[in-house]
């Protein structure tokens, strides 16, 4: 990046400070996108480049180690760290010492970062909400943010002066194949692949051995140049939000199964609004026979089956499905409009476990999934469906 390029982006990023401006400046590059957020003229955060969740770590274990923050209270909105240090600081888990600087880390990050990839264009976007009139003590002023791009472009400056555009800090070193000669020399080998193991980006190794990254790349310089390392690039790590949606999802049982048996279409679409909105999965059948190997995989919970189908009659359908011994045990629900005392004893000899009338009251199913579903594994009803809320348009 040159001088009055370097002149140019200190202009664009300062600006909004200047005007006490509140909104965000885009900036793009290469394949990636940068942007810097501003409330009333202070910077609250920098996002852009490859590594977004590595940089906020790396970040926190340098500035404050023993920080714990809480996932589950942010929303996975576009400034999730910014919440994750306002959240911590106003729990007094970080004070604003540690929180400036895990701020002042990133964007200083973003800055290189951005310098190395040379930004062809910038757009400034308002934003469209009156911000809130109570001030916060960690975004950045306008004079620091005038600090920081004077400390990185200088930084850039030195980088550039030693040959080493090349070697950019999102890159991760990489050993190429050792030839050891001795015990010792294996030793060091082993120690060397650990750190050049392809993973750890020039950033991750400055933090590591508490090394300026220009330092580090000096050094990676010549070994690069004697062939014996290559860089690579790396892939980002999952965000604390991602990852509890990994960790819930590994520990939460599956929802528990449901078909729904009926050549109408509205019919099945009507029950699986129903269920569905209340976190089960359900399985629409419309040709049993021809579906029946879905059925035998899916081995659904509880099943809703329809009397009347072109196919084959739902009563027979049911005693068929009690001979296998898949379904056995399953509940079967008989759907039908014909509700007589003789079309319920018929259901029953067929092995029906109950009967429901059509058109399906949304209440009604619920009751009957809950009847026949065990409580534990029923997910949580976070409301009570209205009749006419789900009321279908075709009778059936």
Request: proline share 7%; aromatic share 6%; charged share 20%.
């Amino acid at each position: 990046m040159r001088a009055q390029d370097t002149a140019q982006l200190a202009a664009t990023l300062l600006t909004p400070g200047r005007e006490q401006s509140t909104g965000k400046v885009t900036i793009a590059a290469r394949s990636h996108q940068w942007e810097f957020y501003y409330l009333r003229g202070q910077l609250l955060y920098a996002i852009g480049g490859p590594h977004r969740t590595r940089r906020w770590e790396r970040a926190v274990r340098q500035c404050c180690p023993k920080f714990r923050f809480d996932p589950e209270r942010i929303s996975p909105a576009s400034l999730w760290e910014y919440q994750l240090l306002a959240n911590g600081l106003s729990r007094q888990h970080i004070n604003l010492k540690q929180a400036k600087a895990v701020l002042v880390s990133v964007i200083k990050e973003v800055l290189l970062s951005l310098m190395a990839a040379s930004p062809t264009e910038a757009t400034w976007v308002p934003s469209r909400r009156s911000p809130a009139r109570k001030t916060s003590p960690l975004p950045l002023a306008v004079s620091e943010v005038e600090q920081l791009l004077h400390e990185t472009s200088q930084l850039w400056h030195h980088w550039q002066e030693k040959g080493l555009d090349y070697l950019q800090p999102d890159r991760a070193p990489t050993l190429q194949e050792p030839s050891a000669n001795s015990e010792q020399a294996g030793q060091s080998t082993l120690v060397l692949s650990q750190l050049f193991n392809g993973q750890n980006t020039v950033w991750d190794i400055a933090a590591q051995q508490k090394r300026s990254p220009l330092d580090v790349a000096r050094t990676l310089h010549h070994f690069v140049q004697k062939g014996k390392l290559a860089l690579c690039d790396v892939t980002d790590l999952p965000s604390p939000m991602a990852q509890l949606q990994m960790v819930s999802a590994a520990v939460k049982p599956p929802a528990p199964c449901i078909a729904c048996i009926d050549d109408s279409a509205a019919a099945t679409k009507h029950i699986e609004t129903i269920l569905i909105r209340t976190g089960y999965r359900v399985v629409c059948v419309r040709d049993p026979l021809a579906e029946m190997s879905r059925l035998l995989e899916e081995k659904p919970d509880l099943i809703f089956l329809d009397v009347v189908m072109p196919t084959v009659d739902g009563r027979d359908l049911c005693n068929f499905l009690r001979k296998t011994s898949v379904f056995r045990e399953t509940p079967i629900v008989i759907l039908t409009s014909c509700d007589g005392a003789i079309d319920r004893v018929r259901a029953n000899l067929s092995g029906a476990s109950d009967f429901l009338s059509k058109p399906a009251d949304p209440q009604k199913v619920l009751e009957m999934t809950r009847k026949h579903i065990p409580a534990a594994s029923v997910p949580s009803l976070p409301f009570k469906i209205q009749n006419s809320e789900l009321k279908m348009k075709t009778s059936v």
